[in-house]
């Protein structure tokens, strides 16, 4: 009898019985408690919880703001992504470097020099000032600082993927006359399709619970720039515990939704532009 392959792990029951129990820690049970603590309260104070107008608003900032931001992730990660892959400059190594440095620095940082740096004395915001236009304190602030946390799922999820791309059918597609613009649309974004959802997504999920980052540059004003993990801070400093996390049980479900959404779209595209 052939002598079977001994594993480092250890078999499929032990380490499923250990994938299980620390998913649950970290993430079903304290979820369940959201719910669970949600659950105290009747249908009737739930809903006047959640859609009071404060509330209202602050949903509207947060997934808005969150969803234009991972939008001009999209677009500006792909370009540069891009320019890391397909091109050789001085300084290259310190342009990949830089990109890494929302993921590096703390959330509460990362909002104060935007803060500084945005505000009406700040480096770029005294340019701004005279004429008439506001960055700190105001929803562009906010998308500012969404843009800048969210920027490094774009680029370090498709930069693999163009490390990996055989160029060698873009120069065929270009053999047959395509012109680049054709080449790119039909045969490159196919392939970076699947990367760029994915991005997408860790990008607006990311920018959807982001607090730190945000809370200085955003002036916290109620109704205006108001986001909503700042409303659930606020409640939790009012001892409005049940009220808290209605909040975020909505914001929970939303979020959940839109990812089963995009995940969808993503398996349909796969099944779609699958080669047969």
Do not use: C
Not at 108 to 117: E, R
């Amino acid at each position: 009898m052939a002598n079977q392959k001994s594993s480092v792990l250890p078999g499929f029951k032990l380490t499923l019985g250990y994938t299980l129990l620390y998913l649950s820690l970290i993430v079903l049970i304290p979820l369940a408690a959201t719910f669970w603590k949600t659950s105290t309260l009747t249908w009737d104070q739930f809903w006047h919880t959640v859609t009071a107008p404060r509330v209202m608003a602050s949903y509207r900032l947060s997934f808005g703001a969150s969803l234009l931001a991972a939008l001009i992730n999209l677009f500006f990660g792909l370009l540069v992504a891009w320019v890391l892959v397909r091109y050789q400059f001085r300084g290259k190594r310190f342009v990949d470097a830089l990109v890494d440095l929302p993921f590096a620095l703390p959330t509460a940082v990362a909002g104060i020099a935007l803060t500084a740096v945005y505000a009406p004395n700040g480096w770029i915001g005294q340019w701004f000032a005279p004429l008439g236009i506001s960055i700190a304190y105001t929803r562009l602030g906010i998308l500012i600082a969404l843009t800048f946390i969210g920027l490094p799922f774009i680029v370090r999820t498709v930069q693999p993927v163009l490390e990996d791309f055989d160029v060698e059918i873009e120069e065929s597609a270009a053999s047959l006359g395509a012109n680049r613009w054709q080449t790119f649309w039909r045969v490159t974004l196919p392939m970076l399709r699947p990367a760029l959802l994915t991005g997408f997504t860790l990008a607006f999920a990311r920018a959807l619970g982001e607090y730190g980052s945000v809370v200085f540059i955003a002036g916290n004003m109620p109704m205006k720039t108001e986001i909503t993990p700042l409303l659930i801070i606020t409640k939790l400093e009012e001892f409005d515990y049940p009220g808290a996390t209605a909040i975020a049980v909505v914001m929970l479900v939303a979020s959940f939704g839109l990812l089963l959404t995009i995940n969808f779209l993503q398996w349909w595209g796969h099944r779609h532009h699958a080669p047969v």
